[in-house]
């Protein structure tokens, strides 16, 4: 029986090339799953339907709708997992290699949901840094913001995350307003139609946001143009090929990749083995040669260890690998699966060949192993390999990448030498040290931060808590300089922004308000005679603002609060003390008197919309107040977030308290919850 053609999906429709296609084997058995070719694929279609349908029906959305998207995305993910699995395992990955993967990436989806929601507006622009004032009157400033690219990402998979791999980049995508086509590295590509034809079945996303296409990418970086992204993960040598595609060049099309990786692991010379932090090493190393078989551009390559412990860590780690157990993913005891495919297999074993010419096999013989529950001469097994190198000279171990469960012991002389031998990777995307000596963690993590994009400082402090070396986490940035690739992915809200544009804005206060959303200090206030306090946000407007006051500030004000609160500094207290300070030149009012005062001015007593005062931003005290001087406040409606879901919404209002002269004494952001309509759709109050 002939196997199925994987589809693409194009345009709104699922697509199938009708010649023979490559086959792609089961990493088990050998046996075809599938065939995959892109022939005939209308790749010019597939961009412009991302730019003409995708593009703009994600930015009518605010960043909150599409982080609710998402987030229902995630869960309807979640509940299927389970025939993910199953299929997961066709790629060699066990039940943990496939949590990694599936629930990483769902994981990773429902993250950004969550971070999205939390941290930027109910908006489709993100207000950058605070306003720059670029005249002396105040009538010209400038405001730096973020909008969407108006092309489409694309990104371009490895084999070995089919799942995360693609997740991980569309979660941003989306919540940025960018349409996405995705490319999965052929080998495993069945799993990630898997996932995205659920997506499409679940018609949560916009039509248009997310595309599939199952095969050759041949021809689709020639059409980009300076609005579409490349997020390309894989090998340095094709990085390079397809960084300098010509039309990427001329259009300058922001390239993002993840490439090669030979990152290190360090133990540190106070980890000796009657430390925790000795097992620990062992134990997080021994992880990452065999989760997902070492395919993993995070794993372990280099295992640097003091010089004097080398032969201790050999016989440990030696002694754990002995207990892994290599077989089919859901055979009884297996630990460790196949690597993806036959081919990589001996890609791997290339390599190995070219370590051993300076380096000593310690643990795993690659014709000598036993397999549990498939046949090893048809699946893609191989053992966990753990080599010695002595010689520091010699440059294969920081040259040759093993993308298996391979990893090279070496041994170095003092922290400083440490330093330099991670160095030699030309670029890592982690790094770890295995530490409980907060000397040796600072000078090894200032001195190797420069060659890589993440550190774990592991000890037995954050032993339970720690996710590992190898796994990059949504809200940490994830890439690295040189060697692995001078890219950066994930960091949270970071990874929208890379998919937008900051421009400068500048202008008149009014008009950056209605430019960005937010109220500009010089902007016009609005007081019509009903206290903001009184407004639901159905008619709160920004700008909307009171004034109050004066209150006179009395020394005996300043006795009693000093009294009452306990704060008895001597600027409050002690009247030659503080005249001897030129900052205050004789007794002043407490900062928090003020503050506390000024909220006494503004506040409207009643019930009413205003539900609860939940912090205070950016709070400044900018004069010192003395007794006699008079205290005024203005309050401005600065900025508006309703919550989606909830009757209620977030109200930043700008608070300035001035003097007797009309000096600003303190200035500060006052956060608040506000109810959607008042009274209560429900009648209470």
């Not at 086509?181 to 996932?195: D, F, G, M, N, R």
């Not at 290599?326 to 390599?351: K, Y």
């Not at 160095?423 to 600072?442: F, K, M, P, W």
Request: net charge negative; hydrophobic share 40%; aromatic share 6%.
């Amino acid at each position: 029986m002939t196997a199925p053609m994987l589809e693409s999906y194009v345009a709104g429709r699922w697509f199938a090339a009708t010649d023979d296609g490559a086959r792609i084997a089961d990493a088990v058995t050998g046996e075809t799953v599938v065939r995959v070719s892109s022939t005939g694929l209308d790749v010019p279609a597939m961009l412009d339907h991302a730019r003409t349908v995708g593009g703009p029906a994600l930015r009518e959305l605010t960043f909150h709708q599409r982080a609710g998207l998402l987030k229902q995305l995630g869960l309807r993910l979640m509940a299927d997992k389970d025939e993910l699995y199953t299929l997961s395992h066709r790629t060699g990955a066990t039940d943990r290699d496939s949590a990694v993967d599936i629930d990483g990436g769902f994981g990773t989806v429902l993250s950004y949901a969550s971070k999205a929601r939390r941290e930027l507006p109910d908006d489709t622009v993100v207000l950058d840094g605070a306003v720059e004032p670029l005249g002396k009157r105040g009538t010209f400033a400038g405001q730096h913001l973020w909008t969407p690219m108006r092309g489409v990402a694309v990104q371009i998979n490895a084999f070995n995350f089919p799942v995360w791999g693609f997740l991980e980049k569309l979660a941003p995508a989306f919540l940025a307003g960018v349409p996405t086509i995705v490319k999965p590295a052929s080998q495993t590509a069945y799993l990630t139609e898997a996932v995205v034809r659920r997506i499409v079945e679940s018609g949560l996303l916009p039509e248009g946001t997310v595309q599939l296409l199952s095969g050759s990418a041949a021809g689709v970086l020639d059409q980009l143009t300076g609005q579409d992204l490349v997020f390309f993960t894989g090998s340095a040598h094709t990085a390079r090929k397809l960084r300098s595609t010509p039309s990427v060049v001329a259009n300058s099309v922001r390239f993002n990749a993840e490439a090669d990786s030979l990152n290190c692991s360090v133990l540190g010379p106070d980890a000796t083995p009657d430390t925790p932090e000795f097992e620990l090493f062992v134990k997080q190393l021994v992880t990452e040669m065999t989760v997902k078989a070492g395919q993993k551009c995070t794993a372990i390559r280099r295992a640097l260890v003091p010089r004097e412990l080398m032969d201790d860590v050999v016989e440990a780690t030696r002694a754990k690998l002995a207990e892994v157990v290599i077989g089919a993913p859901g055979a009884d005891g297996v630990t460790m699966g196949a690597l993806a495919s036959v081919d990589q297999r001996q890609e791997v074993l290339r390599a190995v060949k070219a370590l051993r010419g300076v380096a000593e096999l310690v643990a795993g013989d690659p014709d000598d192993f036993e397999v549990v529950g498939a046949d090893k001469d048809r699946g893609a097994f191989l053992p966990p390999m753990l080599l010695r190198c002595d010689d520091l000279a010699a440059a294969e171990p920081h040259d040759v990448e093993a993308f298996g469960p391979v990893s090279t012991l070496l041994p170095y002389d003092g922290v400083a030498h440490a330093v330099e031998l991670a160095a030699r990777g030309q670029g890592s995307l982690v790094g770890s040290i295995v530490t409980h000596d907060e000397g040796v963690a600072r000078e090894f993590v200032l001195g190797a931060a420069h060659q890589h994009g993440r550190i774990l400082v592991l000890d037995r402090d954050d032993a339970r808590e720690n996710t590992g070396h190898g796994s990059p986490l949504p809200v940490l940035v994830h890439g690295g300089p040189g060697r692995a690739g001078g890219g950066e992915e994930l960091g949270g809200i970071r990874g929208v922004l890379h998919h937008m544009q900051r421009t400068a804005v500048q202008a008149s206060p009014d008009m950056l308000t209605a430019i960005g959303g937010r109220w500009v200090t010089g902007a016009r206030r609005n007081d019509d005679g009903v206290h903001p306090f009184r407004k639901s946000l159905a008619v709160l407007r920004i700008g909307d603002s009171v004034t109050a006051g004066p209150r006179a500030v009395t020394l005996e004000d300043i006795e009693h609060f000093a009294e009452f609160t306990g704060d008895t500094f001597y600027a409050h207290m002690d009247e030659a003390a503080a005249a001897a300070n030129p900052l205050f030149g004789g007794r002043v009012a407490h900062g928090y008197l003020i503050v506390s005062w000024a909220a006494g001015l503004f506040v409207d007593p009643d019930p009413g919309p205003v539900l609860a005062n939940y912090g205070v931003d950016n709070l400044r005290f900018l004069t010192p107040v003395k007794p006699g001087e008079e205290l005024t406040v203005t309050l401005t409606c600065k900025q508006i977030s309703p919550r989606g879901g909830a009757e209620h919404g977030e109200v930043r209002w700008d608070a300035v308290v001035v003097n007797t002269e009309g000096s600003p004494v303190a200035t500060y952001d006052v956060l608040t919850m506000v109810a959607k309509t008042w009274p209560p759709a429900d009648g209470r109050q």
